[in-house]
């Protein structure tokens, strides 16, 4: 598996990112792997991210994570640590994913016009599974999507109630962000196809229960790709 340190412009700012691909494999499918929140472990280092981007690389899949604006070494608009800081907070608090979708949307289009191949997918962790649920129904070529601990009791998924593309939903019955009673109330408005998947004993920073996580995550994207 090669690992590539990439940069790509997005609203006229540097982002970094990795990509990661088995240089064996002719015409890999993509997927785009959304973080976290920055303020809530939110970069392309993320545990969960990081496990996802090696495993399904290793399984044939070309895979770009990357840091929002402001993270890590891509580049922001803001003068100093401090206004980064208070820009991702006000974020949070507004639960507002305008730059991330428009930062992930310059990542997905830097992935296909590198990689090159018509198979897209993409999934998310956390603030992550949102902005790759909205970008995923907006998105033309991305042919499915997966959601890890996507924060139901904070956001509306009501945007997804016309959604035809596959959809896998990842939650963990311990998570600090949601409970179960708010997901199940979430997937009531989101239309088929959708996979519930809950996992048990765990919270929602699914430590050592990353690769348990990934081969849910591969398994579905194997099932869509052969479509």
Do not use: Q
Request: aromatic content about 10%.
């Amino acid at each position: 598996m090669i690992e590539e340190h990439v940069n790509f412009n997005s609203g006229g700012l540097t982002l970094e990112g990795v990509l990661s691909y088995d240089e064996n494999v002719l015409e890999p499918p993509m997927v785009l792997l959304c973080p976290p929140h920055p303020h809530l472990g939110g970069d392309m280092e993320n545990n969960v991210i990081t496990e996802l981007g090696k495993v399904l690389a290793e399984n044939g899949f070309a895979t770009l994570r990357f840091n929002y604006r402001g993270v890590g070494g891509s580049e922001s608009k803001l003068n100093n640590i401090a206004e980064v800081y208070e820009y991702w907070e006000t974020i949070l608090n507004n639960d507002d994913c305008s730059d991330a979708i428009v930062d992930a949307t310059a990542a997905i289009n830097y992935l296909e016009s590198t990689v090159g191949t018509k198979k897209t997918f993409i999934t998310g962790y956390s603030f992550g599974a949102i902005v790759a649920m909205m970008l995923g129904l907006e998105h033309t070529n991305i042919w499915a999507i997966a959601s890890i601990s996507a924060p139901f009791g904070r956001f509306d998924t009501s945007f997804l109630s016309d959604c035809k593309k596959p959809k896998l939903f990842i939650c963990s019955d311990n998570d600090f962000a949601t409970t179960l009673e708010e997901v199940e109330k979430g997937m009531l408005s989101i239309s088929e196809p959708k996979i519930l998947d809950i996992m048990n004993d765990c919270d929602h920073f699914y430590i050592d229960k990353e690769l348990e996580i990934t081969n849910k995550v591969l398994r579905f994207f194997n099932l869509n790709t052969s479509k």
